[in-house]
Structures are given as C-alpha cells and as structure tokens.
C-alpha cells in the first residue's frame, strides 16, 4: 500500500510539474508558489464540477444570481490554465480573488445585503493573496475586496425573490465566521507546511553547496563594492591556514602584499561598477607556512559581479575564486629560463660556428698552401733554410689545429662530467715555476716580462696537478695573449682560511665593462670579431671555469680598457671532497640520470672602479592607506645633560 501511495504521488508531483510554467522552473521559490497555486484551484475546480450536476439536477434552469455564483467558481479554474499558459501569477491571483469575491456577494445578496455575515469572507481575499508572497497579486486582490464590499452593500436591492434565505443572524454570522476561520487557518497550514519543505530544501541546497566549497582547495570569498570580505568559504583554513571568520573585512586585505593592494581593491571596485570579469595576480601571506616552508604564496583572483537579485541577505556585490598559481608561475618562469637558454645555446652554437670556421680555416689555408708549395715543381728551386720555414709553419698551424681539437674536447668532458680528476698533493710553487718557465719563451719573444711572486708557507694544496696546470697556462697564456711589447705579467699566490688564491695579473689591453657579465661563456672573446688581431677560440677561460668547477672553486675578474686584468682563481685547500661529490653527480643519486659538472661561479668588476658608500636608509612616512604612523630609522633625540 505503501509503494501504490509513493507510485500516486511521484505520478501526481510529475503531472503538476508538467503544468509549471517553464519561467518559473529555474528558480525553487518561484515553482514552489506556483504549485501551491495550481494544487489549490484544481482541487476547488474539481470539486465544484463534481457538486455542479448535483445541484443542477436538484434546482433545475439557475438564476441570475445562481449563474454568477457558478461562473465565480469557474474563476479559479480559468487562473490555473491562465498561470500554466503564461506564468503570469499575479493575474491569476486575481483572477481567483475576483471568483471569490463574486461567491461571497451572491452569498450576502441571498443572506441579507449589506446586513448579511457572508462579508466576512472578504477579510480572506487579501490574506489569501498575501500568503502567495506576490505584491501585485496582494495589491490585486486587496482592490478587488474593496470593490466586492461596496458589490456587499448594494446586493441588498437586487431582486432575489424565492432565492433569498432568511437564516437568523444567530446561526449566519458563526457559520460564515467559523468557515472564513477555517478557510484562512488551511491556506497559513498549507503554507507553513508548504515553506517548511521549501526551507529544508534549502538548507540541504546550502549544507551541499558548503560541502562542495569546503571541498576545493580554491578560496571563494563575497565582497561588498570597497573590497571588504563578507563571507569565505571553509576552505580557508587550507588556503590560507585562518579560519573563514578571520579573513572577513579587511582580514584577506592585510594578508595581501602591500605592493599588491591597490590593484586588487581597484580590480573589485571596476567588477563591482561595471560588471566586467576581471583577472588580478597578487602575493598571498600565510598564517602557516606551507610544506615546503615558504609563507607566501602567488595567488590569482577571479572576480564577478552579482546581480542584485542573487546579491542574498549580506548583500554582496561581487563573488571572487582565488587559487594558488606559485607552481604555475614556476613552471612559467622554467620554460622562460628554458628558452633563454635555447636561445643562448642557440647564439653560442653560431658563435661557434663561426669562431671555429674562423680558427680552423687560417691554419688549415697555410698547412695547404705551403705543402703545395713544398710538394710542387717549385719545392726544387727553394733553399734548404726557406724549405724549414715553411715545414716550420706547416707545423706551427698542425699544433694550433690540434690545441683547438684538444680545448674543444676538454670542455665536452668538463661538461659532461667524464674529466678524469684525480686529487694529489700539489707542490705550488714548483707548480708555478714550470708553468712560468714554460710560457717564458712565448713572453720573452712579445716582448713582455713575466714575474712570479713568492709563494707563502703552509700552501699545501690537494688537487688534480694536471687540471691546475691547464688552468695557470691558460690564464698566463691569456695575459701574454692581450698585453703589448713592454708591459708586465704578474702571477702570485695568496692564501686565506681553508682556501688558496691564485692570481694572473698584467697592464694589457684590459675588457670593457659592457663585456665583463658575458666572460666565461663558451666561445665568447671580448671585442671579438672576424677583425681582431688575437687568434684564439675564446675557451680559454671557459675551460678555467669548468676546471675550477670540478674543484669546488670560484674565479673573480677585475678588468678595465688600459688598466689591465687580474684574473683569481678560488680552490679549496683539499679538493677531494669536490671529488667525492663530483662522483655522486655521475653515479646519480637513488639511481637517477647523472648531471653535468657545474661551471665555477664567475664575480667580475671593474678595476680601479670607487666603490660608493653606502646610502643611509631613507625614511619611509606613511601612505595613510595602511601605515598607522611614520617609520624612522634616526634614534631619539636625547637632552644634553
């Protein structure tokens, strides 16, 4: 019995939902009245067509009066097709109000005119279109009641004859009150009941709209047109690590970074103004840090503005969602990175293309050429002397070509992290001496005198001998490289704490500022061009760095036009540990893919530049948007005693 009763009233609620006028089923409230509307004058029409036949049959042709009782019980009938073909409800209302009316003036022209009870039903037309929650219908009906009173007044000189009933004012007045008491107590239960399915419909609405905001991890928040938070949702305490309560008002505003307020209280009042969406990006401050330890956050806020008949009881005007982007923007500013170094890597691949074309074709020209000569018809004619000067060139060209190959080779195994580094103690200054004695010639032959400054006692160094050669030979190659007939190339040793400096120093030609940031990239040449007067692929230094790297070391540069460059490289006094991390790097850690060995970091600066003093810390005043009072650095004043 149960299921056939569940059965009739899914069939009934489908019947009556299918009489809803489609502008009234996207809102709840408005279907609600609707129904109630259309259940209420149904159930009257239908019982008035069973009475009709009854009553016809028993009085037989009816009246003037009867007819327009009957045609007023048509009127609700006639409301209820009205408001499901149109959705109109005040008109229904109306319409219904107008049928009731005519009812209880047929009822006082049959009971006594204006002295009969029946008016008392007139009270019940108005509270009937109040309780609909319609204003137009109530207004509606309140003027009709009007109308209907003064119809109550006059039914008393309309001609009833036989019709009229003389009941006793004794028996009227308590049947008519006791039935408008009634009539008015079922339409206030149907409505409370009525109300209360409808609020508990929406409380479940709103405990499952709760549920899916507190479900998200973006942060919703409700503001009024100035900014200020009238609600958040309960995902709050995750975004931010504070409870919703606490980002009301000004709560959110104080946790933005101050540089980002402005423009994202201007963002609000533009939504709140002009309706358009708007998209602002700010810094977030935590109440907790996250997992990572970081407390700030960059966050992204979508705004819209709510029109006023959704705006609710707090009377927000705009609903913005804000979600962290700190990892998008992280990955944004990788694949930024990422293409700066594809387009570096791009320019040095044509640097390079174009330096070593340069630097192999030179040799390459004079290896051809005087082998032409040599193996030639005239090679007969050329003198025993002339004959070695060409093999001498042949030669000199054959060993350029080669360090060209060798250089290029030791910077793919220092970048790939293949270099074979084998730590040993180190004699420094027998170092030194051989390296000097070995550049010696090259400088005596350009002119240039090179000097080596006492090395200090307790330079005891552990490092790869062969690696600090290379690196000493090149930057002294350098320096004899850029210095004119007659200047000066200097190398010392310096020591400080754990750490053991060594320095190239000359009065060359020295570097220009502009070119100082971009020294120690691969294939890069100061001043280079397909002009310059030096040979050289512009390895030299890159090669240091990436020795210097494999040490765990630094190098610093000093340089500028006709005051020279000193070059210093940085090495720990025991290198094995750069050793032992430099072999984790291969091998890879927990079995990942093994990294290439890091270039040493490069500092330079101007030399001889006037390092500027300090500025003293200005004083910051308030801007009187969020400062309560001025900053100030300058202590107190205190009284002389």
């Known amino acids: 019995m149960l299921r056939k009763d569940g059965a009739l009233a899914s069939l009934f609620d489908s019947r009556l939902a299918g009489l809803v006028h489609a502008s009234a089923l996207a809102e709840p409230g408005v279907r609600f009245r609707h129904e109630r509307f259309l259940i209420s004058r149904l159930a009257t029409g239908a019982v008035m067509m069973a009475g009709l036949p009854p009553y016809l049959v028993w009085r037989g042709v009816p009246s003037g009066i009867e007819a327009l009782a009957i045609a007023s019980l048509f009127l609700p009938l006639v409301a209820a097709v009205i408001l499901s073909r149109t959705g109109s409800l005040w008109i229904a209302h109306a319409l219904s109000s107008l049928g009731l009316t005519g009812i209880v003036v047929c009822l006082a022209a049959l009971t006594?005119?204006?002295?009969?009870?029946?008016?008392?039903?007139?009270?019940?037309?108005?509270?009937?279109?109040?309780?609909?929650?319609?204003?137009?219908?109530?207004?509606?009906?309140?003027?009709?009641?009007?109308?209907?009173?003064?119809?109550?007044?006059?039914?008393?000189?309309?001609?009833?004859?036989?019709?009229?009933?003389?009941?006793?004012?004794?028996?009227?007045?308590?049947?008519?009150?006791?039935?408008?008491?009634?009539?008015?107590?079922?339409?206030?239960?149907?409505?409370?009941?009525?109300?209360?399915?409808?609020?508990?419909?929406?409380?479940?609405?709103?405990?499952?709209?709760?549920?899916?905001?507190?479900?998200?991890?973006?942060?919703?928040?409700?503001?009024?047109?100035?900014?200020?938070?009238?609600?958040?949702?309960?995902?709050?305490?995750?975004?931010?690590?504070?409870?919703?309560?606490?980002?009301?008002?000004?709560?959110?505003?104080?946790?933005?970074?101050?540089?980002?307020?402005?423009?994202?209280?201007?963002?609000?009042?533009?939504?709140?103004?002009?309706?358009?969406?708007?998209?602002?990006?700010?810094?977030?401050?935590?109440?907790?840090?996250?997992?990572?330890?970081?407390?700030?956050?960059?966050?992204?806020?979508?705004?819209?503005?709510?029109?006023?008949?959704?705006?609710?009881?707090?009377?927000?005007?705009?609903?913005?969602?804000?979600?962290?982007?700190?990892?998008?923007?992280?990955?944004?500013?990788?694949?930024?990175?990422?293409?700066?170094?594809?387009?570096?890597?791009?320019?040095?691949?044509?640097?390079?293309?174009?330096?070593?074309?340069?630097?192999?074709?030179?040799?390459?020209?004079?290896?051809?050429?005087?082998?032409?000569?040599?193996s030639g018809e005239g090679a007969v004619s050329l003198s025993p002397e002339r004959s070695r000067e060409y093999a001498g060139i042949i030669a000199q060209s054959g060993r350029h070509l080669l360090d060209v190959v060798n250089t290029l080779l030791d910077i793919s195994r220092i970048r790939g992290g293949h270099f074979d580094f084998q730590p040993e103690p180190v004699d420094v200054e027998a170092l030194i001496r051989s390296c000097c004695d070995l550049m010696r010639l090259k400088a005596d032959a350009s002119g240039i005198a090179l000097v080596s400054a006492p090395v200090p006692a307790g330079c005891a160094l552990v490092a790869d001998a062969r690696a600090c050669r290379q690196m000493l030979i090149n930057l002294i190659s350098n320096a004899v490289k850029f210095t004119p007939r007659g200047g000066r190339v200097e190398v010392m040793v310096r020591r400080g704490g754990a750490y053991l400096d060594v320095v190239v120093s000359d009065n060359g030609i020295g570097i220009t500022e502009a070119d100082l940031p971009r020294l120690g990239d691969p294939f890069f040449q100061a001043g280079g061009g397909y002009g310059r007067s030096h040979e050289g692929t512009g390895l030299g230094l890159s090669v240091v760095r990436g020795l210097a790297g494999?040490?765990?070391?630094?190098?610093?540069?000093?340089?500028?036009?006709?005051?020279?460059?000193?070059?210093?490289?940085?090495?720990?006094?025991?290198?094995?540990?750069?050793?032992?991390?430099?072999?984790?790097?291969?091998?890879?850690?927990?079995?990942?893919?093994?990294?290439?060995?890091?270039?040493?970091?490069?500092?330079?600066?101007?030399?001889?530049?006037?390092?500027?003093?300090?500025?003293?810390e200005p004083i910051r005043l308030p801007v009187g948007l969020f400062d309560p009072a001025p900053v100030s650095t300058i202590p107190p004043m205190r009284r002389a005693s």
């Open 112 to 374: 006594g005119g204006a002295s009969s009870a029946a008016a008392i039903w007139l009270v019940a037309v108005p509270l009937e279109a109040m309780i609909s929650g319609s204003r137009r219908a109530t207004i509606a009906a309140s003027v009709i009641a009007v109308l209907g009173a003064f119809a109550v007044a006059l039914s008393g000189y309309l001609p009833v004859g036989s019709l009229a009933l003389a009941w006793p004012n004794a028996v009227v007045m308590p049947v008519f009150a006791v039935t408008a008491i009634g009539h008015i107590a079922a339409q206030a239960m149907e409505h409370m009941r009525r109300e209360g399915e409808w609020r508990a419909r929406m409380q479940d609405n709103e405990a499952r709209d709760r549920l899916l905001l507190s479900a998200i991890d973006d942060l919703v928040t409700w503001h009024d047109a100035n900014g200020r938070v009238l609600e958040a949702s309960g995902s709050a305490a995750r975004f931010v690590g504070a409870e919703a309560s606490r980002l009301r008002g000004h709560g959110l505003l104080d946790r933005v970074h101050i540089g980002d307020r402005p423009a994202l209280l201007q963002a609000i009042s533009d939504v709140a103004a002009h309706g358009m969406p708007a998209t602002v990006p700010f810094r977030l401050h935590l109440d907790a840090p996250r997992a990572d330890g970081s407390r700030t956050i960059y966050a992204e806020m979508r705004a819209h503005r709510i029109e006023s008949g959704l705006a609710g009881a707090n009377g927000s005007t705009v609903v913005a969602v804000t979600r962290d982007v700190s990892e998008h923007r992280r990955h944004a500013q990788e694949l930024d990175r990422a293409r700066a170094e594809a387009e570096r890597a791009d320019e040095v691949k044509t640097h390079f293309l174009a330096t070593v074309s340069h630097e192999l074709r030179t040799p390459l020209n004079a290896i051809i050429g005087f082998s032409d000569v040599l």
């Open 550 to 616: 494999l040490h765990g070391g630094a190098v610093s540069v000093e340089s500028a036009p006709g005051k020279g460059t000193a070059v210093t490289v940085t090495l720990p006094l025991d290198c094995s540990r750069a050793k032992a991390a430099a072999k984790a790097g291969r091998n890879g850690v927990n079995g990942a893919a093994a990294e290439p060995a890091q270039p040493a970091p490069i500092r330079t600066s101007v030399r001889g530049a006037v390092v500027p003093e300090p500025a003293p």
